[in-house]
């Protein structure tokens, strides 16, 4: 089990999931977020959007353009990573996802619930 964690500041590495915060203004922050989201990853994402709505960041953009892979503790987390910003007076979108994460997001509604946009805008 690899567990690296990368020297910058504003992301990690972790199994195949690397999440960085590419840009934050005061209305939002956006997220990228590259691999696979799935397992120990979507738990490390979690984590890491629990870091920043604790550091005050309300309105969180995930970009998901290089996420290749969803499975269901994926979808949990972004379940959870939602219902997290809502009780902190924030919200949750989602954003330019590959076709198998937006088929995955569509069949459990979450495409929907947390609008999901082909197109990046923080």
């Not at 964690?5 to 934050?24: I, K």
């Not at 939002?28 to 490390?44: F, K, N």
């Not at 920043?52 to 960041?57: A, F, I």
């Amino acid at each position: 089990m690899r567990n690296s964690f990368a020297a910058r500041t504003t992301g990690y590495s972790c199994e195949m999931l690397e999440v960085t915060v590419t840009e934050s203004s005061p209305a939002s922050t956006l997220v990228t977020v590259t691999g696979e989201l799935a397992g120990p990853g979507a738990e490390r994402l979690l984590a890491r959007l629990d870091r920043l709505l604790d550091q005050g960041h309300r309105y969180v953009v995930l970009d998901l353009t290089g996420v290749r892979f969803c499975d269901s503790s994926g979808v949990s987390a972004l379940v959870r990573g939602h219902a997290r910003a809502s009780a902190a007076a924030g919200g949750l979108k989602l954003a330019a996802a590959s076709e198998q994460v937006t088929r995955v997001l569509e069949l459990s509604g979450l495409g929907r619930m947390l609008g999901l946009q082909s197109t990046v805008e923080a």
